[in-house]
């Protein structure tokens, strides 16, 4: 079946410091791929989103590149805010079968100013 | 996109009563689907309720437990009873973007939450 791994948090960092978090997949087709970001109280909000190998997602200064040879999509940003400070949750759907995409158990992110 | 409101946002009850979330899209939507949130962990999906049809329930969740009723493209509501201190979670509603103009396929919009503490 399918399944999402993320680093574990949290993530302390101060601001403009370099963020990565890690995300690879296991699925058994060519998934979609997403990051969704949930800030406190709020419900998820997608980030960014890639549909095939090689494909960058970008928004928000975040962006993620879809590796199929190593089956990760990593989340990076290069100078981060206070106001990033969130849960990012990674995610996979299958686009030839349900809508209903595989998350990661999310990765806190906390940015110091 | 898709704007989706639950209600209650929060609330806190006593054990053994139940609660009932809503959930509305400002579009019409096929599929809906609810999720809990437990602190600290991942989205679970608990079912998936398409208009005019029972839900479809994933392994561990049940239907005497959390009732769905579905019954229109733009609204939802999902039931938890006999609610245990275990029941404390965040309860999410979301719709698939499929069909709706302007937006990625594949993609997913989650309402606010709505936040169950359990006594």
């Known amino acids: 079946g399918n399944s999402v791994t993320q680093m574990e948090g949290p993530v302390t960092l101060s601001e403009e410091a370099f963020l990565t978090i890690n995300c690879t997949y296991t699925a058994t087709g060519y998934p979609s791929l997403f990051w969704y970001v949930q800030y406190p109280g709020e419900g998820l909000q997608l980030l960014l989103k890639a549909t095939k190998a090689d494909d960058k997602g970008s928004n928000k200064g975040f962006e993620a590149t879809y590796r199929k040879e190593t089956t990760s999509f990593h989340l990076e940003k290069g100078s981060v805010q206070v106001s990033d400070s969130a849960v990012y949750f990674c995610?996979?759907?299958?686009?030839?079968?349900?809508?209903?995409?595989?998350f990661g158990r999310g990765t806190s992110l906390i940015v110091h100013p | 996109s898709a704007v989706i409101s639950q209600k209650p946002s929060r609330d806190i009850c006593q054990r053994g009563t139940s609660l009932t979330i809503q959930c509305q899209v400002d579009s019409q939507v096929t599929m809906m689907f609810w999720y809990r949130q437990q602190p600290g962990q991942s989205l679970t999906l608990i079912a998936t309720a398409n208009q005019g049809s029972e839900a479809t329930y994933e392994s561990g969740f049940v239907i005497d437990k959390f009732p769905i009723s579905r019954p229109n493209l733009t609204f939802s509501t999902l039931t938890v009873s006999n609610m245990s201190p275990e029941d404390s979670s965040i309860y999410l509603c979301?719709?698939?973007?499929?069909?709706?103009?302007?937006?990625?396929?594949?993609?997913?919009?989650f309402g606010p939450g709505t936040r169950l503490t359990v006594l």
């Open positions: 995610a996979l759907s299958d686009p030839g079968g349900s809508y209903i995409p595989t």
């Open positions: 979301s719709v698939e973007a499929g069909g709706l103009a302007g937006v990625g396929y594949n993609e997913q919009f």
